[in-house]
Each structure stands twice: as C-alpha cells, then as structure tokens.
C-alpha cells in the first residue's frame, strides 16, 4: 500500500515527536507547549490552523485551572521553545484544529488526537526505558502515563501523510487535537464550538492496553461508561466549638452526611451504574465548628440516561445536605462524558485494512474499561446523520495506564497512522474520469 510506504519513511520522525511530548508532559488545559509545536508543525505542512476561541467555548469549558498556573504554564511553554505568537492566538486556551482543504466538493472527514498527561511522578530508574533513553519526563507530578504523546505523534505523522496523498482526495479533513480528556474536561467545548459540526464522518483511536507481545486491533471499542464529575463546595459558619457551639453552622458534617447518603443511592435495573467521593476536606481546627468542606465525586453509568439517573439523585442529596445544616453552597460540573457505540460499517473497513496490511491480531471489540469524552463528538456527529468510530490499537506496554512506568510499543504508533491514512483513502476517495 502507497501509504504504509510514505509511513515508514517517516516512522523515526514519528517516534521523536512522541519522545519530545514525553520529555515534556502538560496536564489539561495547560497544554501550551504541546500546543504550540503542533500547530507549528501544522503551519509547516500547509494545513488551515484553528486555536483558541475558533475551537473551545469557554463558556463551556470544564476544570479550567486558575489564572495564575495557565500564566506560569504560558511562561514556560516559552523557554521550552513554544512560539510566542501562536501562545497569544490562543489567548489562553489550549486545543488546535487543522483543516485541509482538497478544493474538490466531498465530505468532511474528523480525527482526534488527544494531547493531555497525568498527574503522576515518573519513575527514574534504568529498567523503565523512557529513562533509560533519556527521553522521560522533566516536569515534576506530571508524565505521559497513557499514551497521549502517541496519540499527538500519530496526528502529526498522519497530517504528513495526507498532504502527500491530497491529489487523491476529495472534501476537507479536520485533525482535533483536544486538550484535557483526562477527567473527561476537554471535548464538550470543543464540540460547543462547533468544530465537528461540519463533519460526516469523525475517528479517534486509543493506543496501549496490550499485555502480551502482539501488536493489534481491536476494531470498534464500546462499554463507555457516561459520567459526571462534580465538585461541591459548602459554606457554613465557624465558631467555637466549647464556648459557643450553637451559633456554628457545621460545614464537615454536612459534608459527610452527603458522601454517606451518595454511596446509598440504589442501582438501577436497567444496567450498570456508580458513584464515588473521592474527596472531602473540610476543617481548621479540633476547636472550631467547620465553616468550609470540599466534596469531588463522580458518577457513572453504562448509559447517559443511567448516568443522568445517578446525577439527579446525587444532587438531591447535596441539596439536602446544605438545608439540614443550614449552608449555602455550589457545585460545579469539573468534568462529563456520553456513552456512545461505534458505526458497525467503519469498523468493517478498519478490520479489512487491518487484514491487508498483514495485521494478524484482530478483535472485533475492545474496552477501554472507564469513561472517554470522545464521546461527545462520536454523539454531536451521529446525532446530525454522520458516522463515527472509536477503534483501539492493541500494543504491549510496560506498566498499567495512569503508572509512573507506564510505556508502550512505539511499533504501534505507525501501525495508527497507516490505518488512519487508509481509512481516509476510502471514505475520500476521489472518483478519476
């Protein structure tokens, strides 16, 4: 195939851009320096290149962080080699979309790449190989543990590869490269503004979750479990504890009668659901009634009308919480995703290109075992008559995702491309007279 060729020719070129994401992890919404480099890198190759406000509503974004760390960050990304200009089109919002244009009426054609890390330490050892090559994490709390440098590379890899097979396209493609999935933050702002409004036909992959030796595929990943990221904030009143107890208002208590009463919230029948507190802070001091708590929790279920359930009740809850103690408080949505299933008839043609390239481990349909708001494209384009697909590129890795020694096979990482790349040739394919 013409386009496995032109991949290995660039296939070191692949591999660095992974290694140069790594070196320098940015967790959501503070991803300038990832970035700037790709649209940079875009520009290069010819591609139209959207940031900022044309593709995150900010009305809408979710777990924004303060101020004062998107400056730093900004600051950083700068004496990391980020081009000064493109950081102030941003204007503070992280995200690129690069459109190419055939010229030749068609269909329009929507990849993902998601760039964001984690928050975790990365190990530092020689038996963990991003170490060892030099090429590991230099920013303190935060590494590339789930493979989102991969996903970064491969867009760029495949931004390349189209550009030299454009002659035989028609229509527009759009590469997304979406900050902060982690915490399910990033996509319904970018879905908000409308960036795949346009699109009849959308893709995202996922790169890892392999433990043997294979390289492979699984050809159309489901099980999403739709959830809801809340942060609660109750506000009481502080007093002495001894002296004059009853004039507190008791932030603490309320805090923990809600995380009690959330985790008794009954299943439902119609399928799988969940919820978890995975925070409560509240308190200054054993002698003062607490006039502040901080609850996050999350729900889930294994449909948004399930997870719509859990949501409805958790805020009942929370609401009742605030009256029995007499607190004001807010919430805020931190983080969300759909539940959404992949079009039958492209995961028939990633199974078939995976065949002709002589991929011999195939699965129809793999997990990604949690939540992924890659969902709210896959929905935003169905719902308006598209087709979309999320598919999983099966690799050995070194450690779980979300580890400090998480690694997997960069071998992968061409095998992404080249099916992106195929996948692209069928669904724009030009008619030659």
Sequence with gaps: MENKTIVSSIEDKIIEYRRDFHRYPEPGWLEFRTSGKIAAILMKLGYEVKLGHEVVKKEAVMGRPHDEDIANNV?????????????????????????????????????????????????????????????????????????????????????????????EFTGRVKLIFQPAEEGVRGARAMVEAGVVDDADYFLALHIGFGNSGDIGIAARTGGFLATSKLDVEYRGRASHAGATPQEGKNALLAAATVALNLHAIAPHSDGATRVNVGVLQAGTGRNVIP???????????????????????????????????????????????????????????????????????????????????????????????????????????????HSSRFDFDERGLSLAVTLHAEMAKRLLKRAHA
């Design 75 to 167: 600051e950083r990304a700068v004496k990391e080699g980020a081009d000064p200009e493109i950081l102030k089109r941003m204007d503070g919002l992280t995200g690129v979309v690069g459109i190419m244009d055939t010229g030749r009426p068609g269909p329009v054609l929507a990849y993902r790449f998601d760039i964001d890390a984690v928050e975790v330490d990365e190990a530092k050892d020689y038996n963990h190989k991003p170490y060892k090559e030099g090429f590991s994490s230099t920013h303190p709390g935060v590494m590339h543990a789930c493979g989102h440098d991969g996903h970064a590379a491969i867009g760029l890899g495949l931004a390349e590869v189209l550009t030299r097979l454009k002659p």
């Design 291 to 401: 006039d502040r708590a901080v609850i996050k929790l999350e729900t889930r279920g294994a449909t948004t009308a399930l997870n719509d359930y859990m949501k409805k009740k958790a805020l009942k809850i929370i609401e009742a919480g605030a009256a029995m103690y007499d607190l004001d408080y807010t919430v805020n949505e931190a983080g969300g995703a759909m539940s959404a299933e992949g079009d039958e008839e492209l995961a028939s043609m990633i199974k078939s290109i995976g065949r002709e390239i002589g991929v011999e481990h195939i699965v129809d349909k793999g997990s990604v075992g949690g939540s992924e708001d890659a969902t709210y494209f896959m929905e935003r384009v169905q719902t308006r008559g598209g087709k979309a697909l999320y598919y999983q590129v099966i690799t050995p890795i070194a450690a779980d995702h």
